[in-house]
């Protein structure tokens, strides 16, 4: 295959194709319907694995690019194109999106008689994974933001549809919140396009980038994007929409919801917010850097707290999210490349919590916490693969979360020792809540009702079995991942216009 | 002394002939056809005479385009490119419209009261509705009234100007009060539009008065010329300025104007009330723009403020109070008031690409709001014995229309999308370009409360959404509904939710009511399918490949001066 064909733009339209195959399918066919969106699901994967062969790992730049007028009157191109970063992600996404319909098979209606509901759920999700490809290759500031907001649409669909008590709820905090963060970002996107050199192409992210602005503007339209970005994130203290989120959806759709969709939120401060607004990032850094430790220290505390297991895990998000931005602002080379690897890592290990608490949840009838206990010697296998998933989260040697929370606080400590050192009592507390939930749920004595509860079925091992391969490989093996990872972050170290400061780690052992 | 004829360009003025001209004959049809056939003949030939509008535009845009455009009949109409703009945007709006206006619906009841001169209540009244009278006047009368709307935003004086806004206005006033159903608050609804719009003309006509005593002259080119010319009587100028942009204002429902909105758009006919809300705003705001870009320029430094004013307040006024209704007319009443605010940050800054992209906004909007009527005029209320009623407006009787009439609700879900601003949706677009223009022209703490307002606005939208689509149907369903039920079933099998345990977000939108009377989406005779089809295609079309039409509309988006 021949270098120049549109992978991304494949990648972007195959979901599409397989939403409108869903929904176009005629009613005596619907009993194929998570085969279809399934086999969707796998090619898209494939396709995935393809681009990444054509993806040179030893350019640092911005590859596979496709650019196309899409409105020039506005000045809009339909622009795609990733570095390491961008594909990384995209990788982990389109992978989640089987592992999530493999997950769910049962959610939507019984086995045999798929309903029409289903086939909405698995339509939308496929709706949602293009708009989630499209969003990481964006190199269009407008195509960008047109992503950014119209992807709430099919999550919105997928909460308030689908979700659970007070989906209604959430679906519209959800959709309230994200859409205010976005509006100010119009305002920035407006502005920043008034500073470039307009004409046809003048959304083009290229060239918006290394533009010489007014100061004080500068940090305006910094922080309208920085606010969406953060909304999306989400930082403390506009995270409170998450935790009902993440409560109310499906367990598949707070996998993608937590896992991937809140990724856009510090890609876009790594891939807009930081190259556009150079200065502005600068001056910044000092106040997001405070947030971000908030974040770690307050997402962990709450967490703790939490007697919805869902919620619980929406807030160790909110802790994970703080040690990203954390990574991404202090600037050196160690943070950001630690800070890209964490987002790709947190979506397999937030993903895989996501779906085994969904699958608990599911034999149990409940979200509480409370309503578990001494499941270990019930379901075994479960309970290792909750383990395995939790101690993920906090970042245990030998897991892929470990070496990107330790890049991150290396990295972080060459310039903010303080922020690195308050930050790294997150990873205590992570300990806290991960080990505590899991003595609650799994060990004592068995509670009531809850002698017979089934082991993993096949099916549900199948989904969750690569998660966890994956963690355990990028934990032993991360060098293939941190190679497309780390160029990246030198441009954008570049772009800012800082000098990289060895990490403490590589100084003292050169 | 000879008497010279003026010399008319009446091939320039052919969309404004037409349509007046077919009115006048409509009227005569009216007499003169038999009352069987008078529907068809009526709707063929109203329908004949807006697409002949919309060819005499198509066919004189090149030519404006190549020239710029040329004043006719002494400067009393410019025909430039904004007018063919907004001419071929009215003209495809009334056509659209028209259709929702004309369909009787699957119960065989067009939207007019049986004999519109019969006391409500009386006996004559139900002596007509039992001979099932239907009246055909409303065509002659929605022709003249887009007539009068073709004129306005091509006056090239302020007689014309004020002329136009009368042909508009009147028949609108009639047509408010013809409601089938509740016609009380239909008739009080035209009472009220009828004295508040007659104020607002009079202020008008003073301010007109008051320009004319400054300059000497009715037409907006003298007046350009006095305003730059300064003399001691600025106060003359100023007064008269203002007033004449009170009366603008007015028509397009800005605060503090805004006050007859939402009870002439609850009472109104409902088919009615979208046609007047699509074409009356773009009508008001051409004639604005005019003025504003031609006339007023001058005084930008002494309007400002004033309508700086006007537009917070209207965006945050309409925003705001639409959050609180409980009733969808009401509730689209309030959201043309936020959305008038929004398309008036583009125009306040006096920004060149203002002009097309409120030009835009006009035409997408439009298209939302008559689809978003026509869909509101399909959901009816049914009692316990089967009889459809009128409207079911209040909110809580949307709840769960989602799960029984898919496209229905679908199409209305995106018609609020589209008011909200989603991108990929026309309205984002729109949006885009008046924020743009607010921006690019220094109002930028206009564009940042107007997306603020968006947001919040965005709200009250996706609230409707999350009653249609995740909200349960009372359990009442009458045995005609029995069926669909059925087919429901295994979706709200799922759902063990009961109605209010949202939090409060969506319980206390239902509301008491009686039992009896259930929620019914009645058939089309198609008119009004298509009229929806058509505004839910504009929408999305225009919101993924809007570059034709904006193309075409930033050539045609200079003023004659």
Redesign the interface.
């Known amino acids: 295959m021949s270098s120049d064909f549109p992978w991304l733009t494949a990648l972007i339209v195959v979901p599409l194709v397989g939403a409108a195959v869903l929904w176009l399918m005629p009613a005596g066919a619907r009993r194929r319907t998570r085969a279809v969106a399934l086999t969707v699901a796998l090619v898209e994967v494939a396709i995935g694995v393809a681009t990444l062969s054509a993806f040179d790992t030893g350019d640092a730049g911005v590859q596979l690019k496709e650019t196309h007028q899409?409105?020039?009157?506005?000045g809009v191109s339909y622009a795609v194109g990733v570095d390491g970063v961008g594909i990384a992600l995209i990788l982990m996404s389109i992978a989640l999106v089987p592992l999530v319909i493999l997950a769910g098979w049962r959610e939507?209606?019984s086995d045999d008689?798929p309903?029409?509901?289903l086939r909405h759920f698995l339509a939308l999700t496929l709706v949602l994974e293009a708009f989630i490809v499209a969003v990481f290759a964006a190199r269009d500031v407008f195509f960008f933001?047109?992503?950014f907001?119209?992807m709430?649409?099919p999550v919105?669909?997928l909460i308030?549809?689908f979700g659970g008590?007070?989906?209604?709820?959430a679906?519209?905090k959800f959709?309230?919140y994200s859409?205010?963060g976005g509006?100010?970002m119009?305002?920035a996107v407006?502005?920043l396009?008034?500073q470039g050199p307009g004409g046809k192409d003048g959304f083009l992210t290229d060239n918006l980038t290394g533009l010489t602005m007014d100061p004080t503007l500068e940090k305006w339209l910094f922080a309208g994007f920085f606010l969406a970005f953060a909304i999306k994130a989400p930082m403390f203290p506009v995270h409170t929409w998450l935790p009902d989120a993440a409560q109310n959806a499906t367990p598949g759709t707070s996998t993608l919801l937590v896992g991937v969709l809140d990724k856009v939120g510090t890609f876009g401060m790594l891939t807009l917010c930081l190259p556009l607004f150079p200065a502005a990032s600068r001056w910044a850094a000092p106040f997001v850097i405070v947030l971000a430790v908030i974040s770690i220290i307050y997402g962990a505390l709450l967490a703790i707290g939490q007697k919805d297991l869902m919620r619980l895990i929406a807030y160790t998000s909110v802790s994970h999210f703080g040690f990203i931005v954390l990574g991404i602002f202090a600037f050196t080379s160690t943070s950001v490349a630690g800070s890209s690897f964490y987002m790709v890592n947190h979506g397999l290990s937030t993903g895989a919590l996501f779906l085994i608490a969904g699958y608990l949840v599911a034999r149990r009838g409940s979200q509480d916490i409370a309503d578990f206990g001494g499941l270990q010697r019930v379901v075994p296998v479960m309970a290792g693969t909750f383990l395995v998933a939790g101690l993920s989260a906090l970042s245990l040697p030998g897991l892929s979360t470990f070496v990107s929370e330790f890049l991150v606080l290396v990295g972080s400590f060459a310039r903010h020792p303080a922020a690195a050192i308050v930050a790294s009592t997150g990873v205590v507390l992570a300990a806290v809540y991960v080990l505590w939930t899991y003595q609650r749920i799994f060990t004592g004595p068995v509670k009531d009702g809850l002698e017979t509860m089934p082991d993993l079925r096949p099916r549900e091992t199948w989904a969750i079995a690569p998660l966890l391969a994956a963690m355990i490989v990028l934990g032993f093996v991360p060098g293939p991942a941190l190679d497309l990872v780390r160029p990246p972050a030198s441009v954008t170290l570049e772009q800012v216009g800082v000098t990289d400061l060895p990490a403490a780690a590589e100084g003292s052992n050169p | 002394m000879t008497f010279t004829a003026p010399q008319v360009d009446w091939a320039h003025l052919s969309p404004v002939l037409v349509v007046l001209g077919a009115a006048a004959i409509g009227v005569l049809l009216e007499a003169f056809v038999p009352e069987r056939r008078r529907r068809v003949v009526q709707l063929a030939f109203s329908l004949a005479a807006l697409a002949g509008a919309v060819l005499a535009v198509a066919l004189l845009w090149n030519g404006v385009k190549r020239t710029g455009g040329v004043r006719v009949l002494g400067d009393s109409l410019v025909v430039d490119g904004p007018t063919l703009v907004l001419q071929g945007t009215i003209a495809l709006l009334a056509i659209v419209a028209l259709l929702t206006v004309a369909d009787r619906t699957s119960t065989g009841e067009d939207a007019f009261a049986p004999t519109a001169a019969a006391v409500p209540g009386s006996d004559y009244e139900e002596l007509a509705r039992r001979r099932g009278l239907q009246q055909t006047e409303v065509y002659p009368l929605v022709l003249f009234a887009t007539g009068g709307m073709l004129v306005f935003p091509a006056a090239g004086d302020f007689l014309t100007l004020f002329v136009a806004l009368e042909v508009l206005s009147l028949p609108l006033y009639l047509l408010t009060g013809l409601a089938r159903r509740r016609r009380l608050l239909s008739q009080e609804a035209a009472m009220k539009y009828f004295l508040l719009g007659a104020f607002a003309s009079a202020l008008m006509l003073f301010g007109i008065g008051l320009l004319y005593g400054y300059s000497g002259s009715l037409t907006y080119a003298r007046i350009t010329t006095a305003v730059a010319t300064p003399t001691g009587t600025d106060s003359l100028l100023l007064v008269g300025s203002v007033l004449v942009l009170a009366g603008l204002l007015f028509k397009l429902g800005a605060v503090p104007f805004h006050s007859w909105t939402p009870d002439v758009y609850q009472g109104a006919p409902t088919p009615i009330t979208g046609f007047m809300a699509a074409c009356t705003k773009v009508a008001a705001f051409g004639a604005l723009l005019r003025v504003w870009y031609t006339v007023m320029p001058g005084l930008k430094w002494d309007l400002d403020v004033v309508l700086w004013i006007v537009t917070i307040a209207t965006m945050v006024v309409g925003t705001v109070i639409a959050m609180t209704q409980t009733d969808m007319k009401r509730l689209l009443a309030y959201s043309s008031v936020a959305h008038a605010g929004f398309i008036l940050t583009g125009i306040v800054a006096l920004d060149a690409q203002g002009v097309s992209a409120v030009l835009f906004y006009l035409l997408v909007y439009g298209a939302a709001t008559i689809g978003a009527f026509g869909v509101v005029w399909l959901v009816r209320e049914r009692d316990a014995d089967g009889i459809v009623l009128g409207e079911a407006t209040h909110l809580s009787q949307w709840a769960g229309i989602g799960r029984r009439h898919p496209w229905l609700a679908g199409s209305f879900a995106l018609f609020l999308f589209s008011f909200a601003g989603i991108p990929l949706t026309a309205g984002f677009i729109g949006k885009f370009g008046v924020f743009s223009a607010a921006v690019d022209g220094g109002a930028w703490p206009l564009a940042l409360l107007g997306v603020l307002a968006s947001a919040g606005a965005a709200f009250f939208y996706v609230r409707i959404v999350v009653l249609m689509f995740f909200s349960d149907a009372p359990a009442d369903q009458t045995a005609d509904e029995a069926d669909d039920a059925a087919a429901a079933a295994p979706v709200e099998a799922g759902d063990d939710v009961p109605v209010d345990a949202d939090g409060g977000a969506v319980a206390t939108l239902v509301a008491q009511r009686a039992p009896s009377v259930t929620t019914t989406v009645v058939g089309t005779e198609g008119f009004a399918t298509v009229a929806i089809a058509v505004c839910a295609a504009v929408t999305l079309v225009l919101g993924v490949f809007p570059t034709p039409v904006l193309d075409a509309i930033s050539h045609m988006s200079t003023f004659l001066p």
Request: net charge positive; hydrophobic share 55%.
């Open positions: 899409w409105i020039p009157s506005l939507q209606g008689a309903t029409d509901r933001y047109v992503l907001e119209a709430l649409i919105y669909f308030g549809a008590a007070q989906r209604r709820y679906a519209i959709l309230i859409l205010t509006l100010i119009l305002v407006i502005g396009y008034l």
